[in-house]
């Protein structure tokens, strides 16, 4: 089976400021602490009191982005801004967010933070009623549908306060997956979250205006005070007048994405009233309770499996130590697009301390395996240092699906665990025992009564349209 993914799948961070001077410096410091949720490309649109728009964009880190000289260029005291991460086919200054769209009844730029599961069939249906795309991006689809709503006739009128609103109802009414969406319009801020809560995005508070964003470690950054977290179907307007909400569905469940609080989330983090780094600890305990094993020492993957190693360790009893040093300057693995580059990436970004780890038994604790080459890599890693057994913990469930809901997860045919049994797996990466989190201990981590768990468990909370035919 081959079955690239055609459409531009995207693991991103948006942020959103209205109404606090030097919204592009604000927006600049917000992006940087979003920076792990997308490091190719980043962009912030800017709006002044004249209405005039500004905007900067690029691939690459925000730091390689923008400089003084070009933010010095963004003015006004409202914003919104992206940092991405997309896979092969996304890439491109054409797909960098946000997208600025202009209009007869007035302009607007707009980005967002997920992957809509019906894009084909929104994008056939505007395509018979003329609309004709400049990218590829769902991001252009939602201004498309915006912008068309007032055709379709349904019963979204106008508000003559808020004259986006009813467009944007009627639109999101028609699209299905993942987002969070940011448009923002001379006047207003608008702020929306999928009905079924799949991707993060909170509200606070700063000098007087409001500031929203993917994650709330990014409020803290810039002094924001957290008020809550956007509802998901809930489209938030603000304005000169406020803050005003209204849902757009009344569709009522919270599946948040189970791999923000394993992998992709920064710990210091809240997500939904959880912090991601408690979280973390939490599956950690779990894990040895459900697969406890005797050893020496208990080593964590960094970063993302730190917190998780420490919640093993406290459990056990094992002493915690740093058994793998990682450089700071090496990018994610995922982001090489080939595997013979990931190899090499896994490579330079990790070493083992051979003064710890020689003569020991070690747990090795991973946040997750998806494609399976880091874990492989780690042991060898560990047994060249010494190690005399390494044992493999996985503070989540086999991920055995793709995700269609904008985490590059690849396909079937790349997800180990998709092909292997634990058993086969074990022996693949050269472990001397593996063992994954259970499902319940996902939930339980967190005291989570909903999440979505479909790339561990295949239940997918939206129909798939016609990505379904990729499960082949
Ligand atoms: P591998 O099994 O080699 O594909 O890599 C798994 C590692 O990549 C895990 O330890 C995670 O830390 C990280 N990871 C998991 N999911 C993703 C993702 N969607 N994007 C980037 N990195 C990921
Ligand atoms: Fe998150 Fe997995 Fe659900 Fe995708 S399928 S949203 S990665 S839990």
């Known amino acids: 089976m081959t079955n690239d993914l055609q459409e531009i799948h995207e693991e991103c961070g948006v942020f959103g400021v209205f109404g606090v001077a030097n919204a592009a410096s604000l927006s600049y410091y917000g992006l940087h602490a979003l920076q792990h949720r997308g490091q190719e490309a980043a962009g912030i ?5 004249n209405g005039q728009f500004s905007r900067v964009k690029g691939e690459g880190l925000v730091t390689e982005v923008f400089n003084v000289k070009n933010l010095s260029t ?4 409202s914003a919104i801004a992206h940092v991405r991460y997309a896979t092969a086919g996304g890439g491109g200054l054409d797909n960098v967010q946000p997208f600025l769209f202009h209009h007869h009844k007035g ?24 609309s004709i795309f400049q990218s590829t991006s769902d991001t252009e689809l939602l201004a498309h549908l915006v912008r068309s709503s007032r055709m379709r006739g349904d019963n979204f009128h106008d508000d003559p306060v ?6 944007i109802r009627s639109a999101l009414n028609m699209i299905e997956g993942a987002f969070a969406f940011l448009v923002l319009t001379p006047d207003a801020l ?10 993060p995005l909170s509200l606070g508070k700063l000098n ?8 709330t470690c990014a409020l803290e950054t ?6 809550r977290d956007v509802e998901p179907g809930e489209v938030l307007v603000i304005d000169a007048e406020g803050l005003h909400s209204c849902k757009y569905s009344a569709f009522n469940h919270h599946y948040m994405c189970a791999m923000e609080y394993v992998y992709f989330a920064r710990p210091d983090s809240d997500i939904e009233g959880i912090n991601v780094h408690a979280y973390r600890k939490q599956s950690g305990r779990i894990l040895y309770k459900e697969s406890p094993v005797e050893a020496d020492i208990v080593v964590g993957v960094p970063d993302s499996s730190l917190s998780a190693a420490m919640g093993y360790s406290e459990e056990s009893g094992i002493p915690y130590e740093m058994g793998l040093i990682k450089n700071k300057y090496i990018g994610r693995t995922f982001i090489q697009p080939t595997q013979d580059l990931r190899e090499k990436g896994v490579r330079m970004k990790l070493s083992a301390v051979r003064t710890i780890v020689k003569g020991k038994k070690v747990v090795m604790i ?14 060898k890693l560990l047994r060249e240092a010494g190690a005399t057994e390494v044992h493999v913990r996985i503070a989540s469930p086999p991920y055995a699906h793709p995700c269609y809901y904008g985490v590059d997860t690849a396909t079937y045919e790349e997800l180990i665990s998709s092909q292997l049994s634990v058993e086969e797996l074990c022996m693949k990466i050269g472990a001397d025992s593996l063992h994954f989190l259970s499902h319940k201990g996902l939930y339980e981590s967190g005291n989570r009564c909903e999440l979505c768990t479909a790339c561990f468990s295949g239940n997918y909370p939206t129909s798939l349209y016609d990505n379904e035919c990729k499960k082949c």
């Open 45 to 49: 649109v800017c709006v002044d009191e």
């Open 74 to 77: 963004l003015s006004g005291s």
């Open 107 to 130: 302009n607007f730029a707009l980005c967002h933070n997920g992957n809509l599961v019906n894009s084909n069939e929104i994008k056939y249906y505007l395509e018979e009623r003329g």
């Open 162 to 167: 808020h004259p986006l609103l009813g467009p």
């Open 190 to 199: 608008y702020v929306m979250r999928d009905k079924y809560g799949l991707r």
């Open 208 to 215: 007087g205006g409001y500031v929203v964003s993917s994650e």
């Open 222 to 227: 810039i002094g924001a005070d957290f008020i």
């Open 366 to 379: 991973d946040d997750s395996i998806v494609r399976g080459t880091t874990s492989r890599r780690i042991v």
